[in-house]
């Protein structure tokens, strides 16, 4: 990104991956809103981080559960910031235990929370994506790789993305809009700490013998979103170290 007019919207922005994209796009001279479910003094603090860059920032409390509140977070987005350029679909959380123990309301969440949300996002940042416009999926790198058990719930729901981002690059491609999916692999977060019991495990998977860290997803969001992007679309991205290799 070089223009200084440039809106980004990313979704459960206030911690781990989330913030870190929010921070770098920032950092390239986006405005930028974030949405969180809960925690407002997290939210409050990377959009500290944000205007101390320079930039305007908008935290939005929004549940990607429902789909009415994250609708209404685009359209904040877009009016209070005056428009929107980038999407990044990010929200996300990680139901992980045998297939046969899930509930409806947690496979309901799930699909909620990473399908419909982003479709639904999706459908209300095309009113203001125009040329040049990005959308940007936050998967998993489980979608093409299950190296043990308990993933169904989330492998299910994450790997509608894959489809979602095919199918609506080649829609949009005529309207200049591209449309992209990173596949992370284990990443230090709060939600999946490298100094975890089972990290050692998740380690042990990848070629590099390390965890990535949620600066190497939003550096790869920056790419995507920036200039060097433009001609980039339909395209998965998997940063996981060589788990997947």
Not at 99 to 111: G, P
Not at 154 to 178: D, F, H, Q, V
């Amino acid at each position: 990104m070089t223009s200084t007019d440039t809106v980004a919207l990313v979704t459960g922005g206030s911690r781990g991956i989330g913030a870190a994209i929010a921070r770098r796009l920032a950092a390239a001279g986006a405005d930028v809103a974030l949405t969180y479910q809960r925690d407002e003094t997290a939210a409050k603090s990377v959009a500290a981080d944000i205007e101390a860059l320079g930039r305007r920032a908008l935290p939005i409390r929004a549940d990607s559960a429902d789909a009415a509140e994250v609708v209404a977070a685009v359209e904040r987005t877009a009016r209070e910031l005056g428009g929107l350029n980038v999407l990044v679909n990010n929200a996300g959380i990680f139901p992980a235990k045998p297939y046969a123990e899930f509930t409806l309301d947690e496979i309901d969440q799930a699909l909620n929370i990473h399908a419909r949300a982003a479709f639904v996002a999706g459908q209300a940042a095309l009113l203001h994506l125009g040329e040049g416009g990005r959308i940007i999926s936050i998967g998993t790198n489980l979608a093409e790789h299950a190296p043990f058990g308990g993933l169904s719930l989330y492998n299910l729901s994450k790997s509608a993305l894959n489809g979602y981002t095919k199918a609506l690059a080649r829609e949009l491609g005529p309207r200049g809009i591209t449309v992209n999916l990173i596949q992370p692999g284990s990443t230090d977060t709060d939600m999946n700490p490298a100094d975890a019991a089972d990290a050692a495990g998740q380690r042990d998977l990848t070629a590099l013998g390390r965890f990535g860290t949620p600066e190497d997803i939003a550096e790869t969001v920056a790419f995507l979103a920036g200039p060097a992007g433009r001609s980039i679309t339909g395209a998965f991205f998997t940063v996981d170290g060589g788990t997947n290799a």
